[in-house]
Structures are given as structure tokens and as C-alpha cells.
């Protein structure tokens, strides 16, 4: 999931996508590179569960899946409380510490 939106390109086709259903064309055009550059691109956010292809007619179109997307933000966020409380325990133990030596340094 990281690796494929690690890369810009890829970012930008899901942004693309998050304002609807697109062909794999409309998806290039923007794009000053090949075909099957952008389809690559366009696998690996397939593999990632980030996007869906479906047929109608002579159609194909993607789709954005959103779900993944909102599996890694609440794994983000947890991270981050996990994190903002470890860092707000530093802060607590140098302010004692700190404390502690200005303590040392009265006469």
C-alpha cells in the first residue's frame, strides 16, 4: 500500500480518480509519458486494492477504492497518538530533569 502511493504519479492518478470513474485515457492524458508506463502505474495501485477496472461494452473504466485509503489513515493516526504520547512523556521527564538541576545548582 505504502509503495504504491509512494510515487507521485500514482498520487496524482488516485486524485484524478477521486473526482470519479475514468477511462485508463482520460487517466494519460495529462501525463507526458507512454502508455504502458502509465498502465504499470495503474497495476500496482490494482494490486494495491486502490483501484478497480470494470468493463460495459467497449468501456473500461477505474475506480477509486477508498476503503484501503481509510485503512491507512486510521494506522496513521494511531501512530500519531501513539507517538505525541511518547513524546509527550520526553518532554515531561527532561522538564524533571531540568528541574532536578536547576534544584542542584541553589545553594
Given at each position: 500500500?505504502?509503495?504504491?502511493?509512494?510515487?507521485?504519479?500514482?498520487?496524482?492518478?488516485?486524485?484524478?480518480?477521486?473526482?470519479?470513474?475514468?477511462?485508463?485515457?482520460?487517466?494519460?492524458a495529462?501525463?507526458?509519458?507512454?502508455?504502458p508506463?502509465?498502465?504499470?502505474?495503474?497495476?500496482?495501485?490494482?494490486r494495491?486494492?486502490?483501484?478497480t477496472?470494470?468493463?460495459?461494452?467497449?468501456?473500461?473504466?477505474?475506480s477509486?477504492?477508498?476503503?484501503?485509503?481509510?485503512?491507512?489513515?486510521?494506522?496513521?493516526?494511531?501512530?500519531?497518538?501513539?507517538?505525541?504520547?511518547?513524546?509527550?512523556?520526553?518532554?515531561?521527564?527532561?522538564?524533571?530533569?531540568?528541574?532536578l538541576?536547576?534544584?542542584?545548582?541553589?545553594?
Amino acid at each position: 500500500m505504502f509503495a504504491a502511493l509512494a510515487d507521485p504519479t500514482r498520487r496524482a492518478l488516485l486524485a484524478k480518480l477521486a473526482q470519479g470513474q475514468a477511462t485508463v485515457g482520460e487517466l494519460a492524458a495529462p501525463f507526458s509519458m507512454s502508455a504502458p508506463a502509465i498502465s504499470q502505474h495503474l497495476k500496482v495501485l490494482e494490486r494495491a486494492e486502490l483501484v478497480t477496472r470494470t468493463t460495459q461494452a467497449q468501456w473500461r473504466t477505474l475506480s477509486l477504492r477508498a476503503e484501503p485509503l481509510d485503512e491507512v489513515s486510521r494506522w496513521i493516526e494511531q501512530q500519531r497518538r501513539d507517538w505525541n504520547l511518547r513524546l509527550d512523556a520526553l518532554e515531561q521527564h527532561v522538564d524533571n530533569m531540568q528541574k532536578l538541576d536547576r534544584e542542584k545548582e541553589k545553594p
